[in-house]
Every structure is written in structure tokens, then in C-alpha cells.
């Protein structure tokens, strides 16, 4: 009478359904009074890195249901030597090597530090995936399309690539959100005026409580600087620059 008759599962996810009751640690024929329902979704979670939630709820006193959902696909860092895919829930969801073309078919979160290289396992430092959690949100409500890269390498000159054409300079992770609008706002601007195919970098970094400027340079007219320097025998530096 007090056995546990049924558990199923529920919910769109490539995993079997045997596999997630067996890693549950739940058996049919197991005392309900010996069930808990927390542990065994905590179980779930550890061994299958693309479920990101899991519910364990009693159907009837006697039978469980174990209902779950899968995590997207956000883009994909490089860490450990390889390419590793990254899920919404911050987890490694595959690792690929790093001959592969994986970050051509996936949005590139560039200069993300890896905290771990194996599948499961978190993948980037906090502040990081609290960035790109942003960003994305902020593409979404802004219907942003066309981002192929987050340039994470340096948290004070956040950039990203849009469509292989316009470097966007984001500054520092202050703003996020409104710059994202910005850039939204200003890119159809940019076609009509430079033509639809144009190049170049777009600066929303400049924030005032008056608003955001959106300053476009065609990559014509952008500088580059380069800097050398040269030390004589006799230990005399010299510094020259280029632009």
C-alpha cells in the first residue's frame, strides 16, 4: 500500500525517459515515505546538462511525475583547448574540438574566462555570463538581429561584431540595456546613409543623463595606431608611433 507504483516524465527533452528516472535515485516499489523529491531533481540537474529545470510532484500518494525542461543554446566560448558550448543555465553543455567550425554556427562570446572545460560544469566567470545574460535579453526586447560575436576580453571596452560589418563599442556593462535600443535605433540610419553593406564602428560608449550618443566612422576613416619600440646597444629606448 505505501510502495511507489508509477513514475513518469514529462516535458520536451532528448534525453530518455528511463535515463532520467534512473538518475533520479527514484525505483518503483520504493517506500513513499522514503521519497525526496528534491534530492532526486537535484540528481537530474547534475547529470544532464541541457535540463534546466526539474519538478518532482506527486501524481497520486502512490506515483511521481519528474517534469522537465531543456536550456537554449547561447553561444559558444573557447576554453581548456577546445570549444565549449554554452546553455542559458551557465552550464557547458558540449565541448567540441577546436578544428571544428563550431563558432561559425553559433554566436562567439569572444575573451569569456572559462571557470570549467568539461560538460556540466559552469562555464564562465559570473560577471561575464551576467553580461551576456543581459545582452541577449536586451536583443531580444529590442529585436536586435545580426550579432555574431560579444567581445568580453575587456569589461570596460565591451564590443560586439554585427553581421561581420559594424564593430559596436559598448564601453563598460553600465548601460547595456539602453545602448542595446541605441544601436537598434541607429543602424537603418547608418544603411540609408552609408549604403547597406556598410563598414565601420559604431560608438555608444558616451553615456549622459541627457541621453546616449551614437557616433558611425566608416572603416576608411578609422585610424590605426601602432607603436614601436627599439633599445641601442648602448640601452637608449626609443618609442616611435604610427598612424
Known amino acids: ?12 527533452t532528448r534525453y530518455l525517459k528511463e535515463a532520467i528516472v534512473q538518475q533520479s535515485g527514484l525505483a518503483v516499489g520504493q517506500s513513499i515515505w522514503s521519497v525526496d523529491k528534491v534530492k532526486a531533481g537535484e540528481r537530474v540537474l547534475a547529470a544532464f546538462p541541457y535540463i534546466q529545470d526539474v519538478k518532482v510532484t506527486n501524481t497520486a500518494y502512490n506515483k511521481l511525475n519528474i517534469a522537465v525542461s531543456e536550456t537554449d543554446e547561447i553561444g559558444v566560448m573557447y576554453g581548456g583547448g577546445k570549444w565549449l558550448a554554452v546553455g542559458s543555465n551557465g552550464r557547458i553543455l ?17 575573451g569569456a574566462e572559462a571557470v570549467g572545460t568539461a560538460v556540466g560544469e559552469q562555464a564562465m566567470d559570473d560577471r561575464s555570463f551576467a553580461i551576456v545574460t543581459e545582452l541577449l535579453a536586451a536583443f531580444g526586447e529590442y529585436e ?12 570596460s571596452d565591451l564590443r560586439l561584431n554585427w553581421n561581420n560589418r559594424i564593430t559596436v563599442k559598448l564601453g563598460n556593462d553600465s548601460n547595456l540595456t539602453h545602448e542595446i535600443g541605441v544601436v537598434k535605433s ?58
Open 144 to 155: 536586435l538581429d545580426g550579432v555574431c560575436e560579444i567581445d568580453l576580453s575587456n569589461k
Open 186 to 243: 541607429a543602424l537603418p540610419g547608418i544603411e540609408r546613409q552609408y549604403g547597406e553593406h556598410a563598414v565601420g564602428q559604431l560608438d555608444v560608449s558616451s553615456f549622459s543623463e541627457d541621453g546616449t550618443m551614437a557616433v558611425f566612422t566608416p572603416r576608411d576613416l578609422l585610424t590605426t595606431t601602432t607603436t614601436a619600440t627599439t633599445t641601442s646597444p648602448d640601452g637608449e629606448t626609443t618609442t616611435t608611433t604610427t598612424t
Open 94 to 110: 558540449e565541448v567540441t574540438a577546436v578544428e571544428s567550425d563550431r563558432p561559425l554556427r553559433a554566436l562567439y562570446l569572444k
Open 1 to 12: 500500500m505505501f510502495a511507489l507504483k508509477e513514475i513518469t516524465v514529462s516535458g520536451d
